[in-house]
Nanobody, 122 residues
C-alpha cells in the first residue's frame, strides 16, 4: 500500500485546512485509516481514525469538535478537516492504514505516508 498525503501548509491561527491521503496498491484488506501527528521534539500521537467499511470514527479527545475525519471510498482517499487551527496544532501529519479495527495505537498500523507539514502561527 502506498499513501500520499497532501494539504499541509503555513496558516494563521483560526484558519482551516483539509488534509488528504490517497491510497494505492493492495488496499482491499484495509479496515481502518488513521491520522497521526508529530510536533517538533515530541512523540507521534494519534489524532483520528475511520473505519473504512463502516465509516465509524474515533478521535483523540482534545481534537473533538475541531477535527473531522472522512472518506471517499471511490477515490480511496481519507481526509482530515481541521478548523480553528491553533499554534499547538503545528506538526507533521501522517496518514496510516491498518487491517485491524479502529485503534489509536500506532503499532496497529502497517502502512504510513510520508507526512504533510502544518505550521500555525499566532
Amino acid at each position: 500500500v502506498q499513501l500520499q498525503a497532501s494539504g499541509g501548509g503555513s496558516v494563521q491561527a483560526g484558519d482551516s485546512l483539509r488534509l488528504s491521503c490517497a491510497a494505492s496498491g493492495r488496499t482491499q484488506n484495509i479496515l481502518t485509516k488513521g491520522w497521526f501527528r508529530q510536533a517538533p521534539g515530541k512523540a507521534r500521537e494519534f489524532v483520528a481514525a475511520i473505519g473504512w467499511r463502516s465509516g465509524s470514527t474515533y478521535y483523540k479527545d482534545s481534537v473533538k469538535g475541531r477535527f473531522t475525519i472522512s472518506r471517499d471510498s471511490a477515490k480511496n482517499t481519507v481526509y482530515l478537516q481541521i478548523n480553528s487551527l491553533k499554534p499547538e496544532d503545528t506538526a507533521v501529519y501522517y496518514c496510516a492504514t491498518s487491517d485491524r479495527k479502529l485503534s489509536s495505537s500506532s503499532s496497529n498500523y502497517d502502512n504510513w505516508g510520508q507526512g504533510t507539514l502544518v505550521t500555525v502561527s499566532s
